[in-house]
C-alpha cells in the first residue's frame, strides 16, 4: 500500500530563507504560549473550583457537589470566551487540494524548498470550516476528544474499581450485575425505541436538518444509559448512608459504564452489506452482537490478567515492600500498561482498567507495604479528583465554546422523557425479579432512590463529544449536554431531600452494623441447626447464591494463597496427591498466617467458613493501632467444604455452650454503642473495603 | 495577517464515500493501536528497570545506579528496534508542494471533496524525507523534544528544588551561587573556545561535512555544562556522605540546569544585523545578554511569586487542611500553573518551577496538613522517579533509533578533553578564591569529588534533542549522548571507588554532626564573648555571610510570619508604630507559637537567634513520636537584633554556669554515639530540611 505520491507543483526560491526561518519559529513560540495560557485558564479553573469546595465544605452545603460547581465556573468561562473576548482572526489556514483517494495519516508540504510535516488531525465537515475562520480561540480550548478516552477517563475508572467496597459489592453481586448488563441493554432500547418515535414525528412535521437513523437513535440510547457515581456518592459517603444501596448503585455505575461503553462501540460496528446501510439484517445484528460479547470479555479477561500478574509480581519480589517508592510506581506502570495492551489489542482500554482496578485491589493491594497502600490509594485518589473535575468544568465550557450545537426541542423534550422511561424500565422491573430471588429484599424507598440517582456524567459526555461529525450527533451532543447538566444539578442537588423524603436511614456505620447482623443471622443458624433434622438450616442456606459460594471458595482456598501472602496455605486446601505442587507454591508466609487466617480480606463473606472461624477464634484482640492478634482456632484448620463446615459448627457451639463466648475488645473508637440485649462487646475491624 | 488562500486544484469526486469513511476509521484505529503498543514498549522497559533496581538495591550493588541501567535496557531496546523489527513500509506520506510564503500552523487538505484538518509538526530537513520513508517502526518511537521541556523535565526539577536540604544549602549559598553561576559560564566559554579550536581544525583537515560556527561552539559548551544531580546524590544519600559537600554538588547541580537552559536560550538569540549573522557585534551580544539577564530574573521572580501565592493560599485557608486531598491538588495545580504562566509569559518555565519548588518547600510546606507534607512529597517523589528513568531509557533508545547521527571523531574527542578542561575550570580556581572567604574550607578532595562528580544527564539531553535540524546540531547531539553516557556509567558507578580514594568520610549523620560542631562553636564564641572586651567574638561573628544575615533576619521576622504559622508574631517584629497593621496581619497561631519559636525550620541558621533559644530553652525534651515539646525561653522572646542577642548569649551563659545544663533526651534511634567529652546527651531533632 505504498501511495508515495509527490505533487511538486511549484518551487519558490525563498528570497531571505533566514528571515523566513525567524518568522516560523516565532510564530511556533507564540503557538506554544498560546496553549500554555489555554491550560493555565483550565488549571486556574480547577484552582478556584478547589477552594470553593472547600468554602462548601466547611459551610457544609450539600445542595451543589464539586462536579456541579466545576460546570457552573466552565459555564462561566465558556460565556466570557465566546462573548467577552474577541481575538482578530488570525487566520494562517491554507486550503490545499489534491487528488489523492484517502486522507494520509501524515503530510509532507514542500514550501519554497523546505519539507515541512504535518499531521492528521480530523476531518472537518464544510460548515466547521468557516467557524475555522470564525474564532481561532475557541478552537484552541477545544480538546481532541481522545484526551478523555486516554487520558482522563481511565484514572477515574481505575479508581472506581479500586475504591470498590468489596464486601458489600459481592454480597450485592447478582443484583448489581442484573442492573448493569440487563438493565442497561433494556435502558439503551427502550430510550432508542422512544427516541426513533420522536425523530419520525419531527420528520413528519420537517424539524428534521439531516438524516437520523434508528442506529444512531440506539447509539443514543447506549451512551446516555451510562449513569455517573460520583455525585450522589459523595453524599452517600458523607451522610453514611445504608451500605447495601451504596454497593448498588455504585457497582451498578461503575459496570454500567464498561457495558454502555462498549455498547455503544458495536452499535457503531452495525454495518449491514448491501445497498442500504441503515436496513435490518440480521448477519450484522448477530456481528454486533459478537463484538460486544468479544470486546467485552476480552477487555474483561485482560484486565483481571494483568491485575494477577502484577499480583504476582508483587508476591514474588516480597522484599520490593522495603521500597515504597519502587513498589508504588510498579504499581502505577502496570495499571496504565493494562490500558495501553487492551489499546494495543483492539479491546476497549477502559473497561480492562476497570477490572485491572478490581483485580489489584482483590488481589495485589494485600501484598503491597502500608506505606504503598496509602500511596497508592493517594495517587489514584488524587488523579480521579483532577481528572473528574476537569472534565466537569470542560463540558460547562463547551456548551459555549462547541459551534455546531443542534437544540431541538421536540427532540430535548424527548430525551428526557426517553431517560426517564429507560431509567425506570431498568430499575423497577429487574428490582421486582431480583426481589423473588433475594433474602434482603431491595424496598419500594431504595428503588425510588435509585431512580432517582440515575445521573449522567463524565462516560456519557465523553461518548457523546468522540464523535461530533454528522447532524444526528450534533443533536445528541447538545442534547446530551443538557441532560449531564440536568441530572448533575437537579437530582445531584436533591439527593439529600431525596433521602429524607424517602425515610432512608443516614449515620450508618456500615461496618458495625454489618458485623453485627451478620451475627445474628449466624446465630439464627447455629440455634436452628442443633435442632433434631438439621432442615431449616439448609434451606437458608440454599437462599445465598451458589454460584458465588463456588467462586468464594475457589477464590479464597486457591487464588488467594498462589496471589496474596493471605488465605489457608495450598498445602491445606488442595487434595493430598497434589502435595509437591501445592508445598512449591505455597509462601513461607502462608504457614505464618495459618493461625490467623481472617485477613483484611475474609469479611468479605460472611457465612460458611467464616462462621466457623469467628467460633473458631474464640478470643480476638484489636489494638489501638490496627494490628490484630488472634488465637488459633479450636477446631484445628478450617476448609471450606460443607462436611468440614458442619463438623465445625457443631463443635464450635459446643465451645459456645461449654466456655460462655466472651469477646471483649477496646471500644476506642466506635461511637456507636451497639444495641445487643446480649453482654457482649463487638469492635470493628478496620479494613481496606 | 489575513493570509487565507485556497489552492482549489482538482476536485475529484469520490466513488464510493462511504467506503472511504470506513478506510479512514479503519487507518485512525490501527494508527491508534500502534501508538499504544509503543507507548507500552516504554512502559515494559521502566518495569523491567524497577524489577531490576530493586535486584541491585536488594545486593547493595552500587556500581550501576538506576539512571544507568535504565540506559542500558533503553539500548538494548534500541538495537532491536533498529535491527531485528522490520516492518514493511506502509508509506502514507504525501507530498505537496504550494507557493506560500511561511507553513501555517493548521492546514485544511481538500481531499476527494472533503475537507480534513492539519497541524504542523515541524520542519524536516531534505535527508531526513528518506530516513521518514525508511522506518517507519523508528520514527513512532520518537518523541517530539518538546515532551522533554513540558512534561518530564518540568517534575524533575520541581522535586529537586522542594526536597534541597535547605539548612546546608543556605549555609553554602554563597559558593553554591558561585559554582552555579560564574562557573557555568567560565565553562561554557572554556568549552565553546576548545571546540572551536577542534572545529578550525577539523576544517582544516578536511573533516568538516557542514557549517559549524562559533555560536555553535558556546551554544554546545552551554549545554554541556548543565551537570546532572542524580546519580552521585543517590549513592551520597546512601552511604551519608559529610552534608556539605552534598549540599555544594546538590546546590550547584541544581541551579546550573537552570543557568545552562537560560544561557543557551541566549546563545541561540544572538542575532547580530547585517549580512554575515555569523560575525561578533557589539549590541547583539549586549542583547544576548540582556535577555539571560531578563529570563533568568523573570522567571526566578514568577517562580517565587507563585509560591508565595500559594503560601497566602494555605494561610489563609486554615481550614483546607482537614481535606488533604484538596490542599494536595491545590499545590500540585498552582505548581503546574507556575510552568505554565511561564512559558505564556515567555520566560522559562522549567526555570520557574525550581524557584516556585523552593519557595514552596520554604514557606507553603510548613502550612500544609502532615498528611499533605507527605501526599506532595510523595507523588512529586513518584513523578520525579518516573520522568527521570523514562528520560534515561529514551536516551539509550536514541542512539540507535535516531536516523542523523554525526559521529566525528575529532570532534568526540575535543568533546571529552573540553568538558574536563571546562569542568576543572569551574571548580578549582573557583574553589580557591572561594576558601579565601570561606570558614570551612573546601579541602583538596571535596574539590577533586566535585570534579569527578560532574555527571551530565536529563537537562544536557534534553537541550541538545531540542533542535537537531542542522549538521553542526546533530554532529553535538550525537557527541553529547556519549559524554553522557560515559559519565553516568564511569563516574556514576566510580563514584564508591573514587570516595574511598579521596578518603571522604561516609556514614555520618549529618543532623548530629551539625547540631554538635556548631554547639562547639558556640560554645567557643560564648567562652570568647566573655573576656574582657569581646573583640574576638564579633571578629568570629563577621565571617559569617552579612548578606546572608540580613536576608535570613528579614525572613524570620517578616516574611515567615506572613506567609506561614510559625516564627515570631509580626507584633514582635515590626516597630510599634506598625502595630495596627502588624496584628492584622498575624494569625492566631503566631501568638500561640509564640513560646515555640524552634519550628521545623528553625535550625537552618545555627547562629544568632537558635544560639539564644538553645541555651534559652534548658529543657527540650523530644518523644519517640517526633512531637516535640519545649519550655518556654527563660529570657523571654527571643527578638533577632544584636543587643538582644548579645543581652541573651550573656543571660544563658550565666545561666550554663549556674544551673549546670543538662539535656538528658531518649536515645533511642541515635547509632552513633557522641564523641563529646562532656557528661551531656544531644539528641537529633529530625525535621524536614
Known amino acids: 500500500m505504498v501511495e508515495l505520491i509527490s505533487l511538486c507543483l511549484c518551487l519558490c526560491r525563498a528570497e531571505d530563507s533566514a528571515m523566513e526561518n525567524i518568522v516560523t519559529e516565532k510564530k511556533a513560540e507564540e503557538s506554544h504560549r498560546q496553549d500554555s495560557a489555554d491550560l493555565l485558564v483550565f488549571i486556574l479553573l480547577l484552582t478556584l473550583t478547589i477552594l470553593t469546595i472547600w468554602l462548601f465544605k466547611h459551610r457544609r452545603c450539600r445542595f451543589l457537589h464539586e462536579t456541579g460547581l466545576a460546570m457552573i465556573y466552565g459555564l462561566l468561562v465558556g460565556v466570557v470566551l465566546r462573548y467577552a473576548i474577541h481575538v482578530p482572526s488570525d487566520m494562517n489556514n491554507v486550503t490545499l487540494s489534491c487528488n489523492v483517494n484517502a486522507s494520509p495519516a501524515t503530510l509532507l508540504v514542500n514550501v519554497s524548498g523546505k519539507f515541512y510535516e504535518y499531521t492528521l488531525k480530523g476531518e472537518i465537515s464544510g460548515s466547521e470550516i468557516n467557524d475555522i475562520q470564525d474564532n481561532e480561540m475557541l478552537r484552541k480550548v477545544t480538546f481532541d476528544p481522545e484526551v478523555f478516552f486516554n487520558i482522563l477517563l481511565p484514572p477515574i475508572i481505575f479508581h472506581a474499581g479500586y475504591s470498590l467496597k468489596r464486601r458489600h459489592f459481592f454480597r450485592n453481586l447478582g443484583s448489581i450485575l442484573a442492573y448493569a448488563f440487563v438493565g442497561t441493554v433494556v435502558s439503551c432500547f427502550i430510550i432508542g425505541l422512544f427516541m426513533y418515535g420522536c425523530v419520525l414525528l419531527m420528520k413528519q412535521i420537517g424539524h428534521l436538518g439531516g438524516d437520523f437513523f434508528f442506529t444512531d437513535c440506539l447509539f443514543f440510547g447506549a451512551i446516555v444509559s451510562a449513569t455517573d457515581p460520583v455525585t450522589v ?405 478450617a476448609v471450606n467444604s460443607d462436611e468440614a463446615l458442619d463438623r465445625e459448627l457443631a463443635f464450635s457451639d459446643h465451645e459456645l455452650v461449654i466456655r460462655g463466648t466472651r469477646l471483649v475488645l477496646p471500644m476506642d473508637d466506635s461511637e456507636h454503642p451497639l444495641p445487643l440485649d446480649s453482654r457482649r462487646h463487638w469492635h470493628k475491624n478496620e479494613t481496606m473495603s
Open 233 to 637: 456518592l459523595a453524599i452517600f459517603n458523607e451522610l453514611q448512608v445504608d451500605a447495601d444501596l451504596y454497593a448498588l448503585l455504585f457497582g451498578e455505575s461503575v459496570l454500567n459504564d464498561a457495558v454502555a461503553l462498549v455498547l455503544s462501540s458495536s452499535i457503531v460496528a452495525y454495518q449491514p452489506e448491501g445497498d442500504n446501510t441503515h436496513t435490518f439484517e440480521a448477519m450484522a445484528m448477530l456481528k454486533s452482537f459478537g463484538i460486544f460479547l468479544g470486546v467485552f470479555s476480552g477487555s474483561f479477561a485482560l484486565g483481571g490478567a494483568t491485575g494477577v500478574v502484577t499480583a504476582l509480581i508483587s508476591f514474588n519480589f516480597t522484599k520490593l515492600r522495603e521500597l515504597p517508592l519502587l513498589e508504588t510506581a510498579l504499581f502505577f506502570l502496570m495499571s496504565w500498561s493494562t490500558f495501553l495492551l487492551a489499546e494495543a489489542c483492539g479491546f476497549t482500554g477502559v473497561v480492562a482498567v476497570l477490572f485491572c482496578g478490581m483485580t489489584q485491589a482483590h488481589y495485589t493491594f494485600n501484598n503491597l507495604s502500608p506505606e504503598s497502600q496509602d500511596r497508592t490509594k493517594q495517587l489514584f485518589e488524587l488523579l480521579n479528583f483532577l481528572a473528574e473535575n476537569f472534565i466537569f468544568s470542560y463540558m460547562g465550557l463547551t456548551l459555549f465554546t462547541f459551534h455546531n450545537h443542534v437544540f431541538n426541542p421536540i427532540f430535548i423534550v424527548g430525551a428526557f422523557l426517553a431517560v426517564f422511561l429507560g431509567r425506570a424500565a431498568n430499575i423497577y422491573p429487574l428490582s421486582f425479579l431480583l426481589n423473588l430471588s433475594r433474602r434482603n429484599k431491595i424496598t419500594s424507598n431504595f428503588q425510588h432512590m435509585m431512580m432517582f440517582a440515575g445521573l449522567r456524567g463524565a462516560m456519557t459526555f465523553a461518548l457523546s463529544i468522540r464523535d461530533t461529525a454528522t447532524y444526528a450527533r450534533q443533536m445528541m451532543f447538545s442534547t446530551t449536554l443538557l441532560v449531564v447538566f440536568f441530572t448533575v444539578w437537579i437530582c445531584g442537588g436533591g439527593t439529600t431531600q431525596m433521602l429524607s423524603c424517602q425515610k432512608i436511614r443516614v449515620g450508618v456505620d456500615t461496618d458495625l452494623e454489618n458485623f453485627q447482623s451478620c451475627l445474628m443471622m449466624d446465630f439464627l443458624c447455629v440455634r436452628l441447626q442443633i435442632g433434631p433434622d438439621g432442615v431449616e438450616r439448609s434451606s437458608t442456606k440454599q437462599e445465598s447464591a451458589w454460584l458465588f459460594r463456588i467462586w468464594y471458595n475457589f477464590d479464597h482456598n486457591y487464588l488467594k494463597p498462589i496471589l496474596t501472602h493471605s488465605g489457608p496455605p495450598l498445602t491445606a486446601t488442595l487434595p493430598a496427591c497434589c502435595g509437591p505442587l501445592a508445598r512449591c507454591l505455597t509462601s513461607p508466609q502462608a504457614y505464618e498466617n495459618e493461625g490467623q487466617l481472617k485477613d483484611s480480606d475474609s469479611d468479605l463473606i460472611l457465612n460458611d467458613g467464616d462462621i466457623s472461624l469467628t467460633y473458631g477464634d474464640i478470643t480476638v484482640s484489636t489494638d489501638a493501632t490496627g494490628a490484630h492478634t488472634s488465637g488459633t482456632p479450636v477446631g484445628g484448620v
